[in-house]
């Protein structure tokens, strides 16, 4: 499959591919953390900008917002090589915890690598 990503991206869909699934899960975790952080932040400023104009703000809002566009595509990627390995990536898989600020993974859904470098499913 080609993937052309929209934004500029730390790493292409070809080596996402490489990754262990470990790795991909937890980078989904805090690149939806830092999302998270991302929005409440845009929130305040547009509130801020909104009260009092002012150039900086507006600045950083513009910025922000191409900071969560990368970082959404990013999250659509590794989901994509997810999909690929077999691992379902559904909202419920994914999403955080209301109770906590960190995100769990529905244990059951990652497959374990075995000792003789398979995957146990």
């Known amino acids: 499959m080609n993937y052309t ?3 500029s991206q730390p790493f292409t869909l070809e080596q996402a591919r490489l990754l ?6 937890e980078e989904i ?3 939806q953390n830092s999302l998270k952080l991302l929005g409440a932040t845009q929130q305040e400023l547009k509130e801020a ?3 009092s104009p002012d150039p900086e703000f507006s600045q950083a809002l513009e910025e922000n917002d191409q900071t969560i566009g990368s970082q959404q595509e990013r999250v659509s990627m590794l989901k994509m090589v997810l999909t690929e390995k077999g691992i379902p990536t559904g909202p419920l898989n994914f999403d ?5 600020n960190q995100s769990h993974v529905n244990d059951q859904s990652i497959p374990r ?8 499913l």
């Open 113 to 120: 690598e075995t000792d003789d470098g398979g995957i146990d």
């Open 5 to 7: 990503p929209r934004y």
């Open 20 to 25: 262990d699934v470990p790795i991909i899960v």
């Open 49 to 51: 900008i909104a009260e």
């Open 29 to 31: 975790y805090r690149l």
């Open 96 to 100: 955080p915890e209301p109770s906590s």
